[in-house]
């Protein structure tokens, strides 16, 4: 079992950037894949990036590649995402995964463990 708490939402203007953090609890943190998948308003939930239980691998949705990092700290059982020159349309809740699949996974059925949420809002 693994319980995740995201944080670092807000709302920021448009060309800015914000960090957002997961802390995770219960056992073996570092055996599972991490994410982050995001739901704006009337929307359906997405993909926006994954990093592999070691770091080494990780995944972007190209509406994010170059702007957004996914990174994380088994030490402190830790999943980070910095977002840079951040669009309006990036506003949505972001919730932080984890799955234990081989490969950092894309697909919202193949999670296991979900986040409460954290709201970000990008001004134009």
């Not at 957002?20 to 739901?39: D, I």
């Not at 993909?47 to 949705?61: D, E, K, L, N």
């Not at 190209?62 to 840079?84: E, H, P």
């Not at 986040?115 to 970000?120: E, P």
Request: with cysteine; proline share 4%; charged share 20%.
């Amino acid at each position: 079992q693994v319980q995740l708490v995201e944080s670092g939402g807000g709302l920021v203007q448009a060309g800015g950037s914000l960090r957002l953090s997961c802390t995770a609890s219960g056992r073996s943190f570092n055996r599972y894949q991490m994410g982050w998948f995001r739901q704006a308003p009337g929307k359906e939930r997405e993909f926006v990036a994954a990093i592999s239980w070691s770091g080494t691998m990780t995944r972007y949705a190209d509406s994010v590649k170059g702007r957004f990092t996914i990174s994380r700290d088994n030490a402190k059982n830790m999943l980070y995402m910095q977002m840079n020159s951040l669009k309006p349309e990036d506003t949505a809740v972001y919730y932080c995964t984890a799955d234990p699949n081989v490969v950092p996974t894309t697909t919202l059925s193949d999670i296991d463990y979900w986040g409460q949420g954290t709201q970000v809002t990008v001004s134009p």
